[in-house]
């Protein structure tokens, strides 16, 4: 199995070291297997863990997996299937979307990198495509080594759209400045109103789209997010994204501050997420 071969490469690598006083779990988060059970969602996307997660087969078209060292690359069926869909769609036009962090193989919070990203139901993908002659090194696929992009090529408006558009989608956060040129655009790949609804402007997002998917079906202990306002989020509500306040909301946590939220969160887990650190 593909998700094996991973286990070994991440496995190698350690998250954190013991002296920041963490749970003794942390240091084997990216290398532990998930829970031999059926696939379930479960609590709110930032407070929640994932039974039964399941990863990718390496038979998926047009797929670029990166950051595997991280060891975030599970996720719920659901979401797996709609990557694949995407793939599929970029492959039979030679290309390949790049895919960043889903979950850990359990689900949880992880220590840096995402509020959420929690219960298998949320995914990065990367605004950079590639062709089909681009076989990138691991370095590469780095998140270091991926650049903001200052416009949305056509590229980009097809993976948004094709997202955007998908029953299983709940929302996608992308950068501010994007999502008002999303809501000024014209051109043929044009959002509909209701695939400009599920574009919610987020600090940050300026390489990257982030899809989260709605609870799924067979996870009744999923918590869904509040229900986007109405509207299609090109009004006042977008005009605050470029104030001063949302600039100062900006501001990146400090060490301490992410180490106390991390330890917040594990105490806080729903009762069903005690397997989140077992060995």
Request: net charge neutral; hydrophobic share 35%; charged share 25%.
């Amino acid at each position: 199995m593909f998700y094996k071969i991973l286990i070994l490469t991440v496995s190698l690598f350690s998250m954190m070291s013991c002296s920041h006083n963490l749970p003794d779990f942390t240091t084997r988060l990216s290398s532990r297997l998930p829970t031999d059970s059926k696939a379930e969602a479960i609590g709110e996307y930032s407070l929640g863990c994932l039974k039964g997660a399941q990863t990718f087969s390496g038979m998926e078209k047009g797929l670029v997996l990166s950051q595997m060292k991280r060891g975030r690359y599970w996720g719920h069926p659901d979401l797996i299937k709609l990557l694949s869909r995407a793939g599929e769609e970029f492959y039979n036009s030679n290309k390949k979307i790049i895919i960043g962090d889903l979950s850990q193989s359990r689900g949880g919070p992880t220590l840096s990198g995402h509020n959420s990203h929690q219960s298998g139901l949320d995914v990065d993908v990367w605004f950079k495509i590639l062709t089909s002659q681009d076989h990138p090194s691991l370095r590469d696929l780095e998140t270091k080594e991926m650049k903001p992009i200052d416009e949305l090529g056509d590229d980009q408006l097809k993976l948004i759209k094709f997202m955007a558009q998908d029953s299983t989608v709940e929302r996608i956060f992308i950068n501010p400045s994007f999502k008002k040129k999303l809501c000024l655009n014209s051109g043929s790949l044009k959002l509909t109103a209701e695939e400009q609804h599920k574009m919610r402007a987020w600090w940050g997002h300026d390489d990257h789209i982030h899809v989260r998917i709605k609870c799924p079906s067979d996870s009744p202990l999923c918590v869904p997010q509040r229900p986007i306002p109405a509207g299609n989020g090109c009004g006042e509500e977008l005009n605050w994204w470029f104030t001063d306040e949302a600039k100062a909301e900006s501001a990146e946590a400090s060490w301490a501050e992410l180490k106390s939220l991390y330890l917040e969160k594990i105490i806080k887990l729903p009762a069903q997420c005690s397997f989140y650190s077992d060995t």
